[in-house]
């Protein structure tokens, strides 16, 4: 049986056979390829354990403080590339540490940063982040009113309300939905010259 | 000629067979043509009544020309050509069958000698002879003068019958066999007929038959064979090619949540169907993106019929694409794709301006700059403004402008819920739908125009048994949609909603998307002044929307959010949440009727005990036995009912 991919023995990397072109296979062989290429990079005998490591533990906490600090002092653009930065780190994680603590520190930084891309009126990046957030953490006021404020400084007032309004089915008698949506609703009045 | 059938020498028969089986086909055919003729012809003829605006007017020249091309008119077509010659063929048999004798009656019709013989039955013999006397010398041929020949002839035929008639009654023999056989020449040959003329079976033209046969049989039913094969096989009951739905789910598969959707991944994906690479074989899917490009932004000049006829397809893909993203679930690609389809609509590319960019003589430098985006703000301002903002310098061009956007609807919610039929409540495992009622406007119309224009019983759903029986019927039995306002598209659109509804938890879809083509535009018709009337009526719009799965078992509230799009148009689309409520149904208050109780042992008594039976127990689980006897008294008066109205 012949597979569409070779392996190489020397770079122990795998690659798709010549005149085949299928991306999901090539997505496919390219996280297999990361995760030999960590496996054999590490220095020890065994694999190290799901346990997330310190030295990236550290050097994360110190680059979202650091990154949150900037957003008290106003320094919107100092926070995003600091929050970028905190992000980048914690994507040199081994694939094979604990994924649940993975996920909450992405979220983390991404949350910080959609904040500060907020106050930075970069609203496009802060809506990616924010639709990113609300596919992995659907349950959360922030995270609707974060995609929602995006929404409604980009223009797109109908889509702002939209995520109000599922906001408020998770959490019916969130004052700060509520009180946004009120004034997306009159905002689409206005714009539709019925106020 | 041996044969043991007579064929239809005298073309007696025949043309009547022809022209039944014609007839069958034909009548039909006819009434079904003239009927879509007749009812197709409506929306076209009014260009300008109000809700809908001729578009062909502002078609670019080459879609004008496709739509010419590619219009199939409906009486000069290939069906009517056929029914032209069918009705002619049906002219020429009636005319054969008119002008062809019929064999005389009186040799083949049924023997009775006393009609022939002129006298009643039981007539004695004495009698008989007399008549018979006289009969003969009134038909004798010896007597016969001054007559035509054929006279003669049917005379003599007389003669020889009468003579036979007589000879029944009075002769032993004859009358035997009258009585045996029917005849008084005993029995007669029974024969069979063949509605065919001889010459076609055995004559000079049976090779001729043969030649057809062998064609319908041997090669045409084959071809139509494959032909259906072929493409039942290829294409999906969506009416695109297998590929091509093959591509899409393969799309769908791959597909990264993560991602955003926009046009662009919709065109994308569009433009790799199997579709383009049969009508334009030499283009690749990058090619196709550029004609979209190249329509999307209006340029006509750089398309060829050919791109024409790769739009005019895109509809018809993007309903496939639908289809199945939502059995996916995907709201995102679902929502997306009809945006695409507005976009194509209106000949479009994604941009909050759309909404005024869709009105004809717009200059889409003079939108750019001001900051109105929709089109209700903009028919509200004083016309001069709207000069402006359109950068229209003429006021002809104005007026044009403004037809159009007074047939564009826009609609405001003013109610919607769950319904279960026939329950004042959401009953849990129901099968329920949503009711929306909306106000169709125009723009320049406010909502808080139609304050109390509109006649409460239009909110509420009707109370009667036809309601009942199918709650849908009054979404169809408001007047169809329009064509619609779609100059760049290469055919005629009719206008189009559509409506999903989507699980606000988890943010997909429920079921397939539903499509409308009913709703009352009248109120586009109202003017400023009849608005300020108090006695103006507005009509209010319904659509109904089905929901696939019955109602959850536990009572509680889910919420839903509902999305109607118009399909042709930008319009703002709508979109909200609701919640749905399920509950128990309410107890029927206790009506007591005055009537006798069923007799024992009668199918009612037995009915109102099983029924009893059950609903005690379920009154046990819930409260206790206080309320039994009030229940089962309940029952008796519902099943005395019946009882009574089957005796009425």
Redo the contacts between chains.
């Keep these: 049986m012949s597979l569409p991919f070779d392996y190489n023995n020397e770079t122990k990397q795998v690659s798709l056979s010549e005149g085949i072109t299928d991306e999901a296979l090539l997505e496919e062989i390219n996280q297999l390829n990361r995760l030999i290429k960590d496996l054999t990079s590490i220095t020890t005998e065994v694999p190290e354990s799901p346990e997330p490591s310190l030295q990236i533990t550290n050097m994360l906490k110190k680059m979202i403080a650091g990154g949150v600090e900037s957003l008290k002092k106003k320094q919107f653009k100092d926070a995003v590339t600091k929050l970028t930065l905190a992000l980048e780190i914690q994507h040199r994680r081994t694939n094979w540490e604990h994924f649940g603590v993975q996920l909450s520190e992405t979220n983390g930084i991404l949350q910080a940063r959609c904040d500060a891309y907020i106050m930075n009126k970069q609203y496009i990046e802060a809506y990616a982040d924010a639709d990113m957030l609300l596919s992995t953490q659907v349950n959360t006021v922030d995270n609707f009113l974060r995609k929602a404020i995006a929404e409604l400084n980009l223009g797109k007032l109908q889509e702002a309300k939209v995520d109000l309004e599922r906001g408020l089915c998770f959490h019916e008698n969130d004052k700060r939905l509520a009180d946004h949506l009120g004034l997306v609703n009159h905002a689409i009045a206005v714009e539709n010259g019925e106020a | 000629m041996n044969s043991k059938y007579s064929y239809d020498e005298h073309s007696t028969t025949w043309p009547v067979f022809a022209l039944a089986l014609l007839s069958v086909a034909t009548v039909p055919l006819t009434i079904q043509t003239l009927v879509t003729v007749f009812s197709s012809s409506k929306p076209t003829t009014g260009t300008s009544d109000g809700v809908s605006y001729d578009d062909d007017k502002h078609a670019p020249e080459p879609v004008k020309k496709y739509r010419k091309k590619t219009q199939k008119s409906h009486i000069f077509n290939k069906k009517g050509f056929f029914l032209l010659l069918a009705w002619l063929a049906i002219g020429f048999f009636s005319f054969k069958i008119y002008s062809t004798e019929a064999p005389s009656d009186v040799s083949s019709g049924v023997f009775d000698p006393y009609e022939l013989l002129e006298i009643g039955f039981g007539t004695s013999e004495k009698e008989i002879k007399s008549h018979y006397k006289k009969l003969t010398i009134k038909y004798h041929p010896d007597k016969i003068r001054n007559k035509s020949e054929e006279e003669k002839k049917e005379l003599e035929e007389r003669f020889v019958l009468i003579t036979k008639a007589y000879k029944a009654l009075t002769d032993e023999t004859t009358r035997e066999n009258f009585e045996k056989y029917g005849h008084p020449d005993g029995p007669q040959e029974t024969s069979h007929g063949i509605a065919l003329p001889k010459a076609l079976i055995e004559g000079a033209l049976s090779p001729v038959l043969l030649a057809i046969y062998i064609t319908l049989i041997g090669l045409v039913l084959p071809y139509l064979v494959n032909s259906w094969w072929t493409k039942t096989k290829s294409y999906t009951k969506k009416g695109v090619h297998n590929e091509t739905a093959t591509m899409f789910l393969e799309n769908m598969?791959?597909f990264k949540?993560?991602e955003?959707v926009t046009v662009d991944t919709i065109l994308q994906w569009l433009s790799e169907a199997k579709e383009f690479e049969l009508i334009k074989p030499s283009s690749t899917s990058d090619d196709i993106l550029q004609v979209f490009r190249a329509y999307l932004s209006r340029s006509n000049a750089k398309l060829s019929d050919s791109d024409y006829e790769v739009i005019a397809l895109v509809p018809t893909l993007i309903n496939a694409l639908v289809d199945i993203s939502a059995t996916f679930r995907n709201t995102d690609i679902t929502n997306t794709a009809f945006e695409t389809l507005k976009s194509f609509s209106q000949a479009l590319l994604p941009s909050?301006k759309n909404e005024l960019l869709q009105l004809p003589n717009v200059d889409p430098a003079a939108v750019a700059k001001s900051p109105i985006?929709?089109l209700?703000?903009?028919?509200?301002?004083p016309k001069e403004e709207i000069k402006k903002v359109l950068g229209i310098t003429s006021d002809a061009k104005l007026q044009e402008t403004l037809d159009v956007a007074s047939t564009i609807p826009i609609m405001n919610l003013v109610k919607s819920e769950f319904k279960v039929t026939g329950e004042k409540v959401v009953t849990p495992q129901s099968n329920a739908h949503i009711s929306v009622k909306v106000i169709v406007k125009t723009?320049a119309q406010?909502?808080?125009d139609f304050r109390g224009k509109i006649a409460p019983e239009d909110m509420e759903e009707p109370d009667s048994f036809e309601y009942l029986k199918d709650p849908f019927k009054i979404v169809s039995e408001q007047p169809e949609l329009p064509t619609a306002y779609t100059p760049y598209f290469p055919a005629q659109r009719q206008a189009k909603y559509v409506a999903f509804i989507v699980v606000?938890?988890d943010?997909k879809i429920t079921d397939s998307p539903v499509f409308f083509h009913n709703l009352d535009l009248s109120n586009l018709l109202l003017t400023e002044e009849e608005l300020k009337l108090e006695s103006t009526d507005a009509k209010v719009g319904t659509f109904k929307i089905p929901f696939a799965q019955p109602t959850p078992t536990e009572p509680g509230k889910y919420?839903f959010?509902v999305i109607i799009k118009s399909l042709d148009y930008f319009t703002?689309?709508l979109?909200?949440?609701l919640v749905m409520t399920v509950e128990e149904p309410p107890r029927v208050e206790e009506i007591s009727y005055d009537i006798p109780e069923a007799e024992e042992g009668s199918l009612a008594d037995t009915m109102a005990q099983l029924k009893a039976g059950k609903l005690t127990e379920i009154d046990e689980e819930e409260e206790g036995d206080d309320d039994e006897s009030d229940l089962e008294e309940e029952d008796w008066s519902d099943i005395n009912t019946d009882t009574e109205d089957e005796d009425a």
């Design positions: 598969l791959n949540p993560s955003i909050i985006v929709r209700s703000k903009l028919m509200k301002l723009g406010k909502n808080s606000q938890k943010g919420q959010r703002p689309d979109d909200f949440p």
